[in-house]
């Protein structure tokens, strides 16, 4: 069972423009939204989280949206660089449990 | 540098052939974790373990055990590989309640 849905699956975005990935949960239960990158030959590393209790995030360019009532939260990435290409999950986990639930993610290419 | 090593990065193994993929932390972390990583499909967890000893089935342990020894290593076990279980294994590790995961670079597996 799928409880977190990313979307797109892959993204291409022209350099200096917005990357945005979506994602849409069912289970209210979940209080913590992480947002992990991965680079080619490399494991997936925390990018960035959000509790439900604010409604926006930053850090540096990343930013996380948060939409409690719509149950979805997504990921904006400003002046996106190459650099930035990466595959991009979302992910979501309850209070007090020990495992994540991972959307199905996202592949980002920035062109130069 | 704290790290989760993956001692294989790349094994082609046949089918029917039994393959066992090493994990080992050097961070003290109580929480082990194995996904499965498909385009598409995102992580899915295999097994998770909170303890040496001790192992809780994931979303898709058909046709995977486990090991844990020792707290710091944590092994997958295929104990007669099939084609579908062509893929790219992450394993990950976390203290109780700190909801991040750290992750190894991954194995990929191909069965012939």
């Known amino acids: 069972q799928q409880q977190v849905k990313q979307s797109p699956q892959s993204l291409i975005v022209q350099k200096g423009g917005i990357s945005i990935i979506n994602c849409a949960y069912e289970n209210t239960a979940f209080d913590y939204f992480p947002w992990y990158q991965q680079f080619p030959g490399k494991g997936p590393a925390l990018l960035i989280a959000i509790r439900p209790d604010v409604s926006e995030k930053k850090e540096g360019r990343f930013t996380i949206s948060f939409n409690k009532s719509a149950k979805q939260f997504s990921l904006h990435i400003m002046d996106s660089q190459p650099g930035d290409s990466a595959t991009y999950f979302c992910a979501a986990i309850k209070k007090g449990a020990q495992k994540l639930v991972f959307g199905q993610g996202t592949r980002l290419t920035i062109n130069p | 540098d704290v790290k989760v090593t993956q001692s294989s990065r790349y094994l082609v193994k046949r089918t029917g052939e039994k393959v066992f993929l090493e994990c080992v932390q050097d961070m003290d972390h109580e929480n082990m974790f194995w996904y499965r990583q498909d385009p598409g499909l995102g992580l899915r967890l295999i097994y998770f373990?909170?303890?040496?000893?001790?192992?809780e089935k994931g979303d898709i342990p058909e046709g995977y055990s486990v090991s844990r020894e020792k707290k710091e290593r944590f092994s997958l076990i295929l104990e007669s590989a099939s084609t579908n279980q062509t893929s790219m294994y992450l394993c990950?590790?976390?203290?109780?309640?700190?909801?991040?995961?750290?992750f190894g670079a991954g194995s990929r597996l191909t069965v012939l």
């Open positions: 990950a590790s976390s203290v109780p309640g700190a909801n991040v995961l750290t």
């Open positions: 373990s909170y303890d040496v000893k001790m192992k």
